[in-house]
C-alpha cells in the first residue's frame, strides 16, 4: 500500500521513505489520491506505468526483464475489461431462460440491441 500523508493513515507511522514516496507519487497524479491504493490499483491509472511506481523510492526494483514488466503492467490496467470479457465467455454458454432469471442478458452483437 502507498500511504499519502494524512490519507488513511491514523496513526501518521508511515516511514520516511514512504512519505517520500508518496510525495513523489502525488507531483505525477492528475488527481490526488483519496485514500490508501495498492501498487496494483496505482498501476491502473492512465497516467502511470510500471517503470514509473518502480522507480519510485522504496517501491523496486521491480521485473528485471522488460517483457515481464509489460505484462504485469498490461495485465492491471486492463483487468477490469479481461474479468467483463471471461464473464461474457461464461454467460454465452447458458440457456436463456437462466439469463433472464439471473437478471443479466448479455448481447453478443450490437445489432441485436436494436432488435
Do not use: W
Amino acid at each position: 500500500m502507498v500511504r499519502t500523508p494524512g490519507v488513511g493513515n491514523r496513526s501518521g507511522t508511515a516511514g520516511p521513505v514512504l512519505r517520500a514516496a508518496a510525495r513523489a507519487l502525488a507531483a505525477q497524479l492528475e488527481n490526488p489520491l483519496g485514500r490508501e491504493q495498492t501498487l496494483a490499483e496505482l498501476l491502473r491509472r492512465p497516467e502511470l506505468d510500471y517503470g514509473t511506481l518502480m522507480g519510485l523510492e522504496g517501491m523496486g526494483p521491480g521485473a528485471a526483464d522488460p517483457q515481464v514488466a509489460e505484462q504485469v503492467q498490461v495485465q492491471a490496467k486492463y483487468a477490469g475489461y479481461i474479468e467483463r470479457q471471461a464473464l461474457v465467455r461464461r454467460a454465452e454458454h447458458l440457456p436463456l431462460e437462466q439469463h433472464i432469471a439471473s437478471g443479466r442478458l448479455f448481447l453478443a452483437d450490437k445489432n441485436a440491441e436494436q432488435c
